[in-house]
Each structure stands twice: as C-alpha cells, then as structure tokens.
C-alpha cells in the first residue's frame, strides 16, 4: 500500500530523501557601519546584529570568519547627509581597513545606493520635479568606482534605477575593474519588511515611499522583468528582496535570465523570528534554518540573512 509516510519514518529516511542541501559558503551576512560612531549600538528586532564602527565592525568579522562565514554585505552609513555630491572617503577607509586586517579570507560585497548618504532617505538625487536619472547614475557608479578602488570584491546596487547596473558595469570596466562582479538587487519590491533595516542604515525616506522606483507587489511580469533588466545590462548575479513573499519568482527569474538568484532575508522577516522568540513563541534558531530551506526549495542560489553567523552552529 502506498505510503508516503514511509519515507518519513526515521532520520536517517528523511536525509536520504532530502532534496535541498546547504553548503555555507552560500549564505551572505550583512553589517553595518555608521561613519563617526562612538560606540556599538544595538538594533531593535535584529537579534545579534549591531550597529558598527571600524573597530567593531573589525572584531565582529573576526568571528564570524571563526563562525564559517566567507561572504559579508556592508552596508556603509555616512556621518554627514547632502543632496548630491556624496564623499566615500569613510567607506573607502572600512573597506581598505577590513581587507588590510583579513586578506582574501572574505569575499566582501558592498552595497551600493545613495538612501544613506541623502538627506531626504531616498535612493536618487532629486530636484522639484523628482528624480534626476543621469545624476543618480553618475553618483552610483562614482560610488561604486570608489568601493571597488578601495578593495571590494563584489558591488550590490539595490537603488532599483532604470539603467544602474550599466552604469556601474562600464565605470568599473573602464577603470580596470572588470574582473569585479555585481550582484544586483534585481527585483526589489517596496514593501513594508524594510522597517528595521532603515532604523539601521539612517536610511528612512522623510517624506513619500519608495514606490516610484521600487517594484509593485502585485505585478509579477514586471517583477521578472526588472531582472531581465538587469541582466541585459551586465548584472553578474540577481536577487529578490524581501525573499519569502518573492518565492515565486526565484526559478522564472532564473528560467528567463539562466542567471543565479539569490534571496535576501531582509530585516523584517528575520526580526518576525527575532520578536517571536523573544515571546518564547518559536524556536528561533529551526525557525531560521526552516526558512533557508524554503528558500532553497524554491530555487535561490545564495541567501542574504542577518542570521549567516549561525550557519555553523546550526549543522550548516
Ligand atoms: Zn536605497
């Protein structure tokens, strides 16, 4: 008789069966480092995360590389906001210093939007009549030039402007940087998941939203789309951001692109886990790990989570 408990049955049954499998060397651990900051300081909702400065941030690496970590996303806070015209000495002091202290025992990816540096939040240099295209894309890719010339290996645009990725790929070829990937944040919806990571980042909008440039959750075409966007511009490797309510799209972006996609966990679905164990409501850590398996089911390559540092002792 048919059974499909059967293979259910044991432990042993269950990993024979398994049809997802984790290699660490796939998981992404973002940080913050805020320009100026005196102190460590703790960030609402995203258990064992912080908000850096360079010592810290310096400590902190060390022991996720003793944790199996390999692969960092910094996402750089600078002290003084304007409206264009942007400075990245601090930036560029974080990254030499990180490569100077750890090598080639990272990969270090480094996002790279304008939302931080801005004095409104949002992600473009704006004039009265909205956003400034040409300006926006002359600033990401100085940005990115900057990054790259100070030592990242890798460039994470997640501005979600028409025509970014271009603009970074042919800066950072002309410049002798064409071995330096970029894994865009390809389709990026605005969404509500967003709220502690922009607590973390300084990086509020002050006035409207984000949904003149940021994906429309009901729209799945243009979801795919904006990926194949992406690609056809010189993205290296693609992402969906926020990752559970993007599951749908991870194997038709891969189908349409033969691009790797990742999934980023972003800090409103990683702090839904933070907040229910902290209410004893779920266990945090198989919690965690059931959702990386979610998302390698549905097909993501890489996954981008605040909880990377936990892979090890998670069995990963
Ligand atoms: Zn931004």
Redesign the pocket.
């Known amino acids: 008789m048919k059974r499909l408990m059967r293979l259910r049955a044991t432990q042993h049954l269950r990993d024979l069966c398994a049809e997802t499998e984790f290699n660490r060397a796939q998981l992404i651990q973002p940080f913050f480092v805020v320009e100026g900051l005196k102190q460590e300081e703790p960030i609402p909702g995203l258990r064992g995360n912080v908000r850096h400065n360079i010592p810290s941030a310096l400590k902190q690496i060390e022991k996720d590389l003793a944790a199996g970590v390999t692969h960092f996303l910094l996402f750089p806070v600078p002290a003084e906001k304007k409206e264009s015209g942007f400075s990245h000495d601090a930036t560029q002091q974080t990254i030499s210093e990180i490569r100077r202290q750890f090598g080639n025992s990272l990969c270090l990816w480094i996002d790279t939007?304008?939302?931080?540096c801005t004095t409104h939040g949002h992600?473009a240099v704006l004039d009265e009549n909205g956003i400034k295209l040409d300006e926006t894309l002359d600033e990401l890719a100085k940005s990115a030039l900057a990054f790259a010339q100070a030592g990242a290996d890798g460039i994470s645009p997640?501005?979600m402007m028409d025509g970014r990725v271009a603009r970074i790929r042919a800066a950072l070829d002309e410049n002798g940087f064409n071995l330096v990937p970029v894994m865009s944040y390809s389709t990026k919806f605005a969404s509500n998941f967003y709220g502690p990571f922009r607590n973390a980042a300084d990086?509020a909008p002050q006035f409207g939203d984000r949904r003149g440039y940021q994906l429309d959750v009901r729209n799945r075409s243009g979801a795919i789309a904006a990926s194949v966007r992406c690609t056809e511009e010189g993205a290296d490797l693609l992402m969906v951001k926020p990752g559970l309510t993007s599951l749908d799209l991870i194997r038709p972006i891969h189908e349409a692109t033969e691009l790797q996609v990742g999934a980023y966990q972003v800090s409103g679905e990683y702090g839904g886990l933070s907040v229910l164990a902290e209410q004893g409501l779920i266990k945090f850590e198989e919690a965690l790990l059931e959702t990386w398996h979610v998302f390698k089911r549905a097909g993501a390559q890489y996954i981008i989570t605040y909880g990377a540092r936990y892979a090890k002792q998670l069995g990963i």
């Open positions: 939007c304008l939302c931080s992600c997640s501005d990086s």
